[in-house]
């Protein structure tokens, strides 16, 4: 195993590499800002397809788009395989007026649900604006073409988080935005932006990031064990389990996103013992100190025959040490890079991001 550490600072993409404009995000969690470091290492690697197991934001996916690989995009989440469709899978198709006219109107001729006002009124967003979501909502849903669908639910989705404190769903906590007081964090005037104005703007986004790579990409929603794509190289971001502190979920932070994407069967799903109202908890070997063994090794087998690239944490469990010795006994050549790196909400000072390159020998 060699080991290289590197201080460069994670800002600028090399020239070589045509990033585009893929659009940013304060998706916690987001490797955007690491890309310049992981396109170093992509470049140093011969491969011509990859698969993204946890796709999330489509940052890294993205990437190797740009890098003009056939990318195959994977995430358990409805809302976030909805992204990866808008900016992975789609190649030219972008929203114009008539299309953000169609999301915004009301059909006199339609009847609408009003679930949304009903279920979460003073827990995330104020009455008008959970009105207008439910009107929203639903006229994206009824949109025949899927990468204009998916377009518009990014957009969708980008607005709900830059009026949320936190960028999140974890609790019921409307009344940070609402109330007459000082502050110390958060933008209260990007809060109080209506919706609409946000959605222009994040349209717009994402319609300069659309591009053709001239690659036949798609999007997959399947949990990890069920996937059955093969490629060259394989990326893999998995949830991420600290030695100390709290255990990210990311359903359960952004719930109510995933609750948009099957807007008429969320009541069924929805946990009424929360008083945030999440969605119901799914249990993954991903988020359990004693599974997530067994759910890297599972990955490792199944992708054994591709180079696996594995983004991590210095402070993960498993140990590193553990990952590069069940790599290597899979006849691999592994290689661990580090740079210091902090994420957006963490309260934790620097850490060492880590990435796990197990090529063949």
């Excluded at 929203?136 to 949320?164: D, G």
Aim: hydrophobic content about 35%; charged content about 30%; some cysteine.
């Amino acid at each position: 195993m060699s080991k290289q550490t590197s201080e460069r600072s994670a800002v600028e993409l090399p020239s070589s590499v045509t990033y585009r404009n893929f659009p940013r995000t304060r998706y916690q969690g987001s490797k955007y800002k690491l890309l310049p470091w992981l396109a170093d290492s992509f470049q140093a690697l011969t491969f011509d397809t990859a698969l993204d197991v946890f796709g999330g934001t489509a940052a890294v996916s993205y990437l190797l788009k740009t890098l003009g690989k056939t990318v195959y995009y994977n995430d358990a989440l409805a809302f976030n395989a909805q992204v990866g469709t808008a900016l992975i899978e789609n190649a030219s198709v972008t929203l114009d007026e008539d299309d953000v006219a169609f999301i915004f109107t009301q059909d006199p001729n339609r009847t609408y649900r009003s679930f949304i006002e009903e279920t979460f009124s003073d827990i995330y967003f104020t009455d008008e604006e959970n009105h207008w979501l439910d009107i929203v909502v639903q006229n994206i849903h009824t949109m025949e073409c899927p990468y204009k669908r998916a377009m518009a639910f990014w957009a969708l989705f980008q607005s709900a988080i830059s009026k949320r404190p936190y960028n999140l769903f974890h609790r019921k906590n409307l009344y940070v935005r609402t109330s007459n007081v000082k502050r110390s964090f958060g933008n209260k005037a990007t809060w109080d932006r209506p919706f609409d104005v946000h959605f222009r703007k994040f349209v717009r986004e994402a319609n300069n990031a659309v591009f053709d790579n001239g690659r036949d990409n798609k999007v997959f929603c399947l949990k990890d064990e069920d996937l059955q794509v093969r490629a060259d190289l394989v990326y893999m971001d998995p949830p991420y389990i600290p030695e100390k502190g709290a255990l990210t979920r990311y359903r359960d932070f952004y719930h109510f996103l995933e609750g948009i994407c099957f807007y008429h069967e969320w009541k069924e799903h929805l946990d009424r013992d929360s008083k945030h109202l999440k969605l119901q908890s799914e249990s993954s070997n991903w988020e359990c100190k004693e599974g997530i063994h067994d759910a890297f090794d599972m990955l490792f087998e199944k992708f054994e025959e591709a180079i696996m690239v594995v983004s991590y944490r210095k402070d993960g469990i498993p140990s590193i040490d553990w990952i590069v010795e069940r790599l290597e006994k899979r006849g691999k050549q592994v290689e661990v890079k580090e740079v210091d790196y902090k994420y957006v909400l963490s309260k934790k000072g620097n850490l060492k991001e880590v990435l796990i390159v197990a090529a063949q020998k």
